[in-house]
C-alpha cells in the first residue's frame, strides 16, 4: 500500500510540474505582458512600483506560432529561476517606454528571452539585467538603444546569443557592460550577417575565461563600425574582437572600422580563413597577456590555410607587446603605393605605430609565415623614418630566411603625401592626408588635382 501511494504522489507531481509551462493557443491573437498576466495558468504575477508594472514570471511561457506578442506602455519584467519566456510567433520589443527584463531568482539560472524560428524581431529601449537575450532559428532582428549588463551566463556563452545560421541582425547605438562572458557571439558553425554600429563593449569576460568581449564568426557581410571596446587589465584572458573560420566557409566579407579598441588582452584577432579590412580604428593598451608568447597583438591574423586576404590603413596601433602579427595567411596588405591607384592591390597605407613591443625589445611588425608583406607609407616607431631605424621593429626574412619580406619602403613622412599627388595630378576625385579618396570633399584638407585646398 506504502508502494502505491508513493507512486501516485510522483505520478501527481509529474502532472502538476507539466502544466506550469503555459503555451497559447496560436490562433492570431495579440498578447501582451498584461494579457499573460490575467492568463490563468501563465504563472504571472504582478504589482505596482511606483507606478510602473512589475512583472514575475514563475514559470516559463511561450507565444505560439500564428500569435503576436507586443511590448508597450513599459516595465519591469523579473524571471524567477530556470524561467524561459519563448516567442514562436511575432513579436514587437519597440516599446517607448523601457523594460527592463531582470534576473529575479536565487541561483543565477533565469534565462530571459529566447526567440525561436521566427521572422526578423525589433527590440528597442530594453534593458537585460542578469538574463539574455537567444536568436535560434530566425531570420534575424535589430537591437536599437539596448543595454546588456551583469549576464548569468544561463541563455548560452554570451548576453546576446545569435544562434541562426543566414539570418540578418542589426546592433545599434546599444551598451554591453560587465558580463561574465562574451558580450556577442555566435557558434562556429552559424554563419549569420551581423553590423553593428554605434556601441560601447566595456569589461565584458569578467569571469576572466578564454573568450574576447565580441566572440564572433564569419559571415557574408560582418561590419563592426563605430565601436568603443574597453577591456580590464585584470582580465588576462579576455580580447576585444576575435571573429573565426573554424570550418573553412567560402566568400566572407568582414570590416572592423573607425572604432576604439583598448585596455584588452589582444585588440583584433582572427582565426581561418577569411576577407577582412581592418581600417581607421584606434587600438591601443592590448596587451594584457601575462605571456607575450600567448598574446597581446593588437591586430593578429592566423591562418594556416592560407587563404587569408587583409587589408590594414589608417589604424592607430599604440602599447602592445606586438602591433601587428601574421601567422600564415594569403596576402596581408598594411599600405601599398607602388602600383596604381586603380590597381586592386593599392593601398594607401597610413598605419602608425607606438611603443608596441614585449621583452625589451620592439615589434611593430611580425611577419610569422612565408609570404610576403606589403606595408608601405606607413609610420613606424622610430625617430627618424628611415630603412635602417624600421629594420629594427619588423621581423621578417630578413630576420630568419625561412620567413616572408615585409615591404616596407617607402615609408610616410612628412612630406610622404607628395607621391599620392603625382598620381592624383591625373586621376578624379578628393583625397585626404593619409591618401585616401572620397568621392566629395571631406571637412578639413582634401588634395585635389595635387593641391591642398580646405574644405569647412
Not at 513579436?91 to 543565477?108: L, P
Not at 592560407?306 to 601567422?327: D, F
Request: proline share 3%; charged share 15%.
Amino acid at each position: 500500500m506504502t508502494k502505491r501511494i508513493i507512486i501516485t504522489v510522483m505520478t501527481v507531481w509529474c502532472i502538476v510540474a507539466q502544466g506550469w509551462s503555459f503555451k497559447t493557443k496560436g490562433d492570431g491573437t495579440t498578447w501582451t505582458f498584461e494579457t499573460l498576466y490575467e492568463q490563468a495558468g501563465s504563472g504571472m504575477s504582478v504589482e505596482m512600483v511606483d507606478g510602473v508594472p512589475v512583472y514575475t514570471m514563475h514559470e516559463n511561457d511561450t507565444i505560439a506560432a500564428g500569435d503576436l506578442f507586443k511590448a508597450k506602455d513599459g516595465g519591469v519584467v523579473r524571471f524567477a529561476d530556470n524561467v524561459t519566456f519563448v516567442i514562436e510567433g511575432t513579436a514587437d520589443f519597440q516599446s517607448e517606454e523601457r523594460y527592463t527584463f531582470v534576473d529575479a531568482g536565487s541561483e543565477g539560472t533565469a534565462q530571459g528571452i529566447v526567440m525561436k524560428d521566427v521572422s526578423s524581431t525589433a527590440f528597442r529601449n530594453c534593458i537585460f539585467d542578469g538574463v539574455g537575450l537567444k536568436f535560434v532559428g530566425c531570420k534575424g532582428g535589430t537591437l536599437t538603444y539596448c543595454t546588456f549588463q551583469n549576464n548569468n551566463g544561463a541563455v548560452g556563452q554570451s548576453a546576446l546569443v545569435l544562434a541562426s545560421d543566414d539570418a540578418i541582425f542589426g546592433i545599434d547605438y546599444c551598451t554591453f557592460q560587465d558580463n561574465p562572458k562574451a558580450a556577442v557571439a555566435s557558434a562556429a558553425n552559424i554563419y549569420c550577417n551581423l553590423f553593428i554600429t554605434h556601441c560601447d563593449f566595456e569589461h565584458n569576460g569578467t569571469l576572466n575565461g578564454n573568450t574576447p568581449q565580441l566572440n564572433l564568426t564569419v559571415a557574408d557581410a560582418v561590419v563592426i563600425d563605430y565601436c568603443t571596446i574597453k577591456g580590464n587589465p585584470k582580465h588576462t584572458m579576455v580580447g576585444a574582437i576575435g571573429i573565426s573560420n573554424f570550418y573553412s566557409r567560402t566568400g566572407s566579407s568582414i570590416t572592423i572600422r573607425r572604432c576604439n579598441i583598448q585596455d584588452n588582452r589582444y585588440g583584433i584577432g582572427t582565426v581561418g580563413p577569411m576577407n577582412i579590412v581592418i581600417e581607421d580604428n584606434t587600438l591601443k593598451d592590448n596587451k594584457y597577456e601575462v605571456n607575450p608568447m600567448n598574446g597581446g597583438s593588437g591586430i593578429s591574423l592566423y591562418d594556416p590555410y592560407q587563404q587569408t586576404n587583409a587589408t590594414i590603413k589608417g589604424n592607430h596601433i599604440e602599447g602592445s607587446l606586438w602591433g601587428v602579427t601574421v601567422i600564415g595567411c594569403k596576402n596581408v596588405n598594411l599600405g601599398r603605393t607602388d602600383v596604381t591607384e586603380d590597381d586592386p592591390d593599392y593601398n594607401p597605407g597610413g598605419n602608425t605605430f607606438k611603443d608596441n613591443g614585449n621583452s625589451g625589445l620592439l615589434y611593430d611588425l611580425y611577419n610569422n609565415s612565408a609570404n610576403t608583406v606589403y606595408a608601405q607609407n606607413n609610420t613606424w616607431n622610430v625617430s627618424t623614418q628611415t630603412q635602417e631605424q624600421i629594420e629594427t621593429v619588423i621581423y621578417h626574412k630578413a630576420d630568419d630566411a625561412s620567413l616572408g619580406e615585409v615591404i616596407y619602403w617607402p615609408a610616410a613622412t612628412t612630406n610622404s603625401i607628395e607621391l599620392p599627388q603625382q598620381k592624383q595630378a591625373h586621376t578624379s576625385g578628393f583625397y585626404d592626408l593619409r591618401g585616401v579618396r572620397h568621392s566629395t570633399p571631406q571637412k578639413g584638407i582634401n588634395i585635389i588635382q595635387g593641391k591642398k585646398v580646405v574644405q569647412y
